[in-house]
């Protein structure tokens, strides 16, 4: 008994120590992607990916981007395995996005607010009512777009969301059919499409 009690104990303990919850805000340094940390033993990681949709998703973040992922962290070496990433929070998704819908206020990585307007034509002076709060989340999808997750009170929405310049083109998705729901074009200098 006490030779399996052993054996379980040293099986669970390497698993747990095998995998683990790695975040933190990239840093690029010449070809390397570094994950900076608040780690007293490292202050960055060299990020190493174990998987093709890893290495992937990594290359599509830039300096500023935060994310958490699924890895190992080896303080010895200041290495930074990452077999999956979970999440991210993307630098360039912050600010004001403006669309013939309204206002979308992103202020940080997990929050925004969409201030709808009833107006066809959005002019620079908006007739903005109370904002729909949201919580968000991003996770990295194939191509240039990135799955989006977005709950208020009521309930959760998928959407996907695709970078170019200043401008952002949102796919949002009926929960039931899968089918495009709407499709934003928003726009960071103000003007809407």
Known sequence: MRVLLFVLTFVS???AGAVQPVAGVIIRTGQDILLQSDDTACASYRIETKSADAQSAL????????ITATGLIDKSVCTASIESIDYVGLKRMLGN???KDG???VRDFTNLQFFPTGNTEISKNYDIVKPIEYKY?????DGKEWVLFLSDNQSTTFATIQFSKDIAIM??????????????ILNR???SN
């Not at 290359?59 to 935060?66: E, F, I, S």
Request: charge should be positive; avoid cysteine; hydrophobic fraction near 30%.
């Open 13 to 15: 303990t390497t698993w």
């Open 59 to 66: 290359q599509k973040l830039a300096p500023g981007d935060t």
């Open 97 to 99: 996005w403006f669309s």
């Open 103 to 105: 206002l979308i206020t």
């Open 137 to 141: 989340s991003l996770t990295p999808s």
């Open 171 to 184: 796919k949002i998705f009926d929960s039931d059919s899968g089918e495009v729901k709407k499709t934003m």
């Open 189 to 191: 200098r103000g003007t």
